[in-house]
């Protein structure tokens, strides 16, 4: 509820959580290369990477481009957490109590975080040396902070796509090259009962194939990457390229043919920006646009983001110090820290119980699967995800009714496990896991 009848901020902290990685120096030296065009002749040492950092490496370059690359390779970018152990070590302090009440929002309440969970899958090289594998990412944070949850933060799913050569240092912008991200939901619905109702883009790269898979499975998208200000602009074509995308806080229905302009899709695609990064950071300038925004009458969504493999607490801390300060400019506006998606849900007008999770029950009869669902779905269908002969995939159901579907099981004798699962319109997640060999005839 609101207080006195005030407009409403929901700020939305999203973390993508992708684990320890590392870079060593030599790899540095590769990205000012590959990255920027400068080849560096001097030797990948510590001393001239600091003297990099300090602007004093004469590598003939103008003074412009120096402050430019010691900003992108400052010790603070480049101070990985590098192991477990250095990373959970690092999360105990910004889960603590102590630290989330020491950054509350205007009503007291501890600071929210919302967790985009990564599973670094389907590359043949691994030179950051992420944690490799699926569900690697995943419990480990669910076993060491997120079990208890004690502060609602959110669980959500964050997501690298693999491209075709399969190096993990190169961006992909095709979803349909593999079917990885299937693999690794399918995985998550049937051994781990788990299915995302919120999403974010690894590199916030979408094209429109995203945008089709999206708009049948889930509902809401904090990938957009709108800043008003870039000091090196995106150009066409761009990996992560937002250009028409809208540049005012909340969300925007995506067009069916452009992701990046508004049309008549079903899905949200929220506004995030980096919290402060190398690119840009958010500023006193966006903050107020949100609280304008409310003023104005829209209750609205802040949402920045950052990433785990670095200590969080000074980025942490200087969101918060942004959100205190502006704020005092605007006592009849309402800023509170929020999980992704209740804050989706209420500025959607999702605010009552007339949106319900789906209710699934099915029948298997002569291979025949028909899953019955007693309330609407986002989607056209549920995802239907398959174990079969050690493999994880998804099908496609055909459509028998408005909450009606059939699946024919072309292989019974090979399947292993399937599950059901999928969203309600405003996001309320249901899955349906069954395990073991199929009966000729079954029902759950």
């Known amino acids: 509820m609101h207080s006195r009848g005030l407009k409403k901020v929901y700020v939305t902290h999203c973390i993508d959580v ?12 590769e990205r000012i290369y590959l990255e920027d065009g400068i080849s560096v002749s001097f030797e990948a040492t510590r001393e ?61 309440n501890p600071y929210r975080l919302n967790w985009f969970l990564y599973d670094h899958y389907g590359f043949d090289t691994n030179p950051r040396f992420h944690d490799d594998g699926i569900h690697h990412v995943f419990d480990h944070y669910h076993k060491l902070l997120l079990n208890e949850n ?14 075709a ?23 998550r619905v049937i051994e781990r009962n788990w299915f995302p109702s919120v999403f974010r883009a690894g590199g916030h790269i979408e094209r429109n194939d995203i945008n089709f898979w999206m708009e049948m499975f889930i509902p809401f998208d904090y990938s957009s990457r709108t800043p008003k200000w870039l000091e090196r602009p995106r150009g066409r074509a761009s990996v992560n390229d937002w250009r028409y995308a ?27 920006l980096d919290l402060k990064t190398w690119i840009t950071q958010i500023t006193e300038d966006d903050v107020r646009d949100a609280f304008d925004q409310a003023r104005s009458g829209f209750d609205t969504v802040l949402a920045y983001y950052n990433h785990d493999y670095r ?27 929020d999980d992704c998606l209740h804050a989706a849900r209420e500025v959607t007008g999702y605010h009552d119980d007339s949106d319900q999770a789906p209710e699934f029950h099915y029948e298997v009869k002569d291979n025949l699967l028909t899953v019955w669902s007693a309330h609407d779905l986002f989607g056209p269908e ?13 099908d496609n159901f055909t459509r028998e009714g408005n909450r009606e579907w059939c699946y024919y099981f072309r292989k019974p ?5 399937f599950g059901i699962a999928a969203n309600s319109p405003g996001g309320k997640t249901s899955v349906m896991v069954y395990k073991g060999k199929l009966n000729k005839n079954m029902k759950g």
């Open 18 to 29: 992708e684990g320890p990685m590392t870079e060593p120096l030599e790899a540095t030296w």
């Open 48 to 108: 001239n990477l600091k003297k990099l950092q300090d602007c004093q490496l004469d590598i003939g370059v103008d003074d412009e481009t120096k402050a430019y690359l010691a900003r992108k390779y400052s010790r603070e970018n480049l101070a990985y957490l590098t192991t477990w152990e250095d990373l959970d070590k690092a999360m105990e302090k910004v889960n603590s109590k102590e630290f989330r009440e020491s950054h509350s929002d205007m009503h007291g």
């Open 150 to 163: 004690p502060f609602n933060d959110g669980i959500y799913w964050h997501y690298h796509h693999p491209p």
């Open 165 to 187: 050569s399969k190096d993990a240092l190169e961006w992909s912008t095709n979803w349909f090259l593999n079917g990885v991200h299937e693999e690794i939901i399918a995985r």
């Open 246 to 272: 809208p540049t005012t806080w909340g969300y925007y229905h995506p067009d069916w043919y452009d992701y990046r302009r508004p049309g008549t899709m079903k899905r949200a695609l929220f506004r995030c």
């Open 311 to 337: 200590d969080m607490s000074g980025e942490i801390g200087y969101g918060h110090e942004l959100l205190t300060k502006v704020a005092k400019e605007y006592d009849d506006v309402e800023w509170v820290y």
């Open 382 to 394: 549920p995802f239907l995800a398959i174990q079969e002969n050690n493999r994880f995939f998804r």
């Open 413 to 417: 004798e090979d399947v292993q496990a």
